[in-house]
């Protein structure tokens, strides 16, 4: 039975070979270990084999595993669907926000970020293939969000976040990245991170210029539900 140690070796293999196949520096693209569901043990056993950063989905399962790791160093990222109700939370506990998609949230999040902390680091969620199921701002409204997000106070726009539609199709993969990668191209701002790419598509993403891939399942194993 692999460890979640081996698991990382072998995705890191995965990110090197396709940082070599796009001609991209493989320290240009980080590994975000997508946590959610799983205990803290597990997390622990991650930060032992080198890991650092962090993906939780749900709030109140995310700080109570920071509760249990307050001993350790790790930086934490956001990324499920947002409450405004949850903002305040989010503002004051974590380092990196990759699910905004409105500006109502980003000027909670602005607001409530307190200041003795570095500022918020956001990107903005895209829903790229259309669907509705997806949370994500349309690409038509992403420029005057974009515009509005990176001026506000207590947070640093860093760019964006995709989830695709589903498919093993390498093509399809690459376009909906593609389009993602396009969409930041056209915004006139500094922006440094495109976070996209999950277990089953990150070669294809990195193809397409991801800095951050959210990697779960091939780090931890299926995800339990019932616990979360």
């Not at 700080?63 to 307050?70: I, R």
């Not at 506990?93 to 200041?115: G, Y």
Request: proline residues 5%; negative net charge; contains cysteine.
């Amino acid at each position: 039975m692999s460890t979640i140690a081996d698991n990382i070796l072998q995705v890191s293999s995965r990110i090197q070979a396709a940082a070599k196949a796009a001609h991209r520096d493989e320290n240009s693209i980080h590994l975000l270990a997508v946590s959610k569901t799983k205990p803290a043990q597990a997390l622990r056993e991650a930060y032992a084999a080198g890991l650092r950063d962090f993906g939780e989905n749900y709030l109140q399962e995310a700080l109570g595993k920071q509760l249990e790791l307050a001993d350790l160093p790790l930086i934490w990222h956001f990324i499920g669907p947002i409450q405004s109700n949850k903002t305040r939370a989010i503002a004051e506990h974590f380092d990196w926000v990759h699910s905004v998609d409105r500006l109502k949230i980003a000027q909670r999040l602005s607001e409530q970020r307190p200041a003795e902390l570095p500022p918020l680091n956001i990107c903005i969620q895209v829903n790229v293939s259309g669907e509705a199921s997806k949370s994500g701002c349309t690409p038509a409204d992403l420029p005057a969000l974009a515009e509005a997000i990176s001026a506000l106070p207590r947070l640093k726009l860093r760019g964006l976040m995709a989830i695709p539609e589903p498919t093993e199709e390498r093509a399809e993969q690459a376009a909906a990245f593609a389009a993602v990668q396009a969409l930041q191209a056209s915004l006139a701002l500094p922006l440094d991170t495109l976070s996209m790419g999950m277990s089953h598509d990150l070669e294809s993403a990195i193809a397409q210029g991801a800095t951050w891939v959210r990697i779960g399942t091939a780090l931890f194993g299926a995800r339990d539900y019932s616990q979360s």
